[in-house]
């Protein structure tokens, strides 16, 4: 029922959208089996050489044994690494209807300034997390999910229940996302020519 229902209100998302989105978030294991079709090699023989000298570094055997471990030879892989489609009649499973309802919320959340942000209850002053402002889009998903299961099962909740449940759950965001999120700002920042380049460059430049 829920499940329907939150398909039917994404619907203004492109479906093509939600099946890149199922694609590409895919594990290669996955990939080998419904409702993942080949799809061609897409970027296989780049990913492999990629894996072969993260696993492998430079030795065929060891990256051999990791295969035999998988139950795979090197043409699986090669097939596991490909792109691939998705049947015309998948349906998107629970996660993917959560993500890209965080994904569109997230463009409204763009538009509001940060003391606006900052009101928002599943946030503490007293306790910043890192980048909580990014998770802030999954919390309003959340949020509107129990909201229609609360209103669906006539139940009555506090106010401050609900804030405690929404800052856990942020907790454990921040938790999960910290490592990845702050290695994709150092490569930004290191892309972008850090904060003391600047300083670096006008040093160097002719008065």
Not at 28 to 43: H, K, S, T, W
């Amino acid at each position: 029922m829920l499940l329907a229902e939150e398909a039917r209100r994404l619907m203004p998302l492109p479906r093509e959208y939600l099946r890149d989105l199922f694609c590409r978030a895919s594990f290669p294991v996955e990939r080998l089996a419904p409702p993942l079709i080949p799809a061609g090699p897409g970027r296989s023989a780049e990913w492999l050489e990629i894996w072969k000298g993260l696993v492998g570094r430079g030795d065929p055997a060891r990256f051999a044994l990791r295969l035999e471990l998988l139950g795979w030879d090197e043409i699986t892989a090669f097939q596991a690494l490909g792109a691939v489609t998705l049947s015309e009649d998948w349906e998107p499973p629970s996660w993917v209807l959560v993500l890209a309802d965080a994904l569109e919320r997230s463009a409204t959340l763009g538009q509001l300034d940060f003391a606006e942000l900052a009101r928002d209850r599943a946030l503490s002053a007293d306790k910043p997390r890192p980048f909580e402002h990014l998770h802030l889009p999954f919390i309003k998903a959340a949020r509107a999910r129990v909201a229609r299961t609360i209103a669906e099962l006539e139940l009555s909740v506090a106010e401050t229940a609900l804030a405690s449940a929404e800052q856990g759950l942020l907790e454990e965001l921040a938790r999960l996302c910290a490592n990845v999120l702050y290695a994709e700002f150092g490569a930004f920042r290191s892309l972008n020519g850090g904060f003391f380049s600047r300083f670096e460059a006008a040093a160097t430049d002719d008065p």
